[in-house]
Antibody
Framework: EVQLVESGGGLVQPGGSLRISCAAS????????MHWVRQAPGKGLVWFAH???????TYADFAKGRFTISRDTAQNTLYLQMNSLRGEDTAVYYC???????????WGQGTRVTVS | DIQLTQSPSSLSAFVGDRVTITCRAS??????LNWYQQKPGKAPTLLIT???SLQGGVPSRFSGSGSGTDFTLTISSLQPEDFAAYYC????????FGQGTKVEVK
């Protein structure tokens, strides 16, 4: 069974850093494209980072230079390093697996990040 | 960047109603359009890929259509468990979500 479990969210001060994790099971992480999507309180879904199976990364403009997506194949875990955090980064952060037609076919339960 | 505009932003409907949500892309995206359902406090789930292909386990009352710039999600007979937010997403160039449509009980 495919499972994605995020962890590492919490309260961080403006200007601070945080690394959140997404532990994958039921599949091999580096055989798939993986994504990070966030959702601010009461708002919609926003895609912002992707890593391909060959390690290429892409970011939404607001994430470039501050956020870094990476993975540990031995741990089968996806990471998101977030630096220079701002109040507007407050959101639930979801990891998701890329599937057919480049859709996001499996999602984690999300981890909440509060910048205050 | 490709923008997606969903309409309406919200709607109220009765159980049993036919519901249609539209999604318009700012440029042609072939059929690289996906639909998601999100219930409060939960992660999104994938309903439809490639504009019209139903994911496994998704009830057949859900259907999708369209190509190019204009797409539609239809729920043929709304059920109590369908009251949720729905998002379109393009995967033609990078990834973008529409702003969402909230389907509420009338």
């Amino acid at each position: 069974e495919v499972q994605l479990v995020e962890s590492g969210g919490g309260l961080v001060q403006p200007g601070g850093s945080l690394r959140i994790s997404c532990a994958a099971s039921g599949f091999t992480l580096n055989n798939y494209w993986m994504h990070w999507v966030r959702q601010a309180p009461g708002k919609g879904l926003v895609w912002f980072a992707h890593i391909s199976n060959d390690g290429r990364t892409t970011y939404a403009d607001f994430a470039k230079g501050r956020f870094t997506i990476s993975r540990d194949t031995a741990q089968n875990t996806l990471y998101l390093q977030m630096n220079s955090l701002r109040g507007e980064d407050t959101a639930v952060y979801y990891c998701a697996r890329g599937g057919h037609n480049y859709a996001l076919d499996y999602w984690g339960q999300g981890t909440r990040v509060t910048v205050s | 960047d490709i923008q997606l505009t969903q309409s309406p932003s919200s709607l109220s409907a009765f159980v049993g109603d036919r519901v249609t949500i539209t999604c318009r892309a700012s440029q042609r995206i072939s059929n690289y359009l996906n639909w998601y359902q999100q219930k409060p406090g939960k992660a999104p789930t994938l309903l439809i890929t490639g504009a019209s292909s139903l994911q496994g386990g998704v009830p057949s009352r859900f259907s999708g259509s369209g190509s190019g710039t204009d797409f539609t999600l239809t729920i043929s007979s709304l059920q109590p468990e369908d009251f949720a937010a729905y998002y379109c997403q393009q995967s033609y160039i990078s990834w973008t979500f529409g702003q969402g449509t909230k389907v509420e009980v009338k």
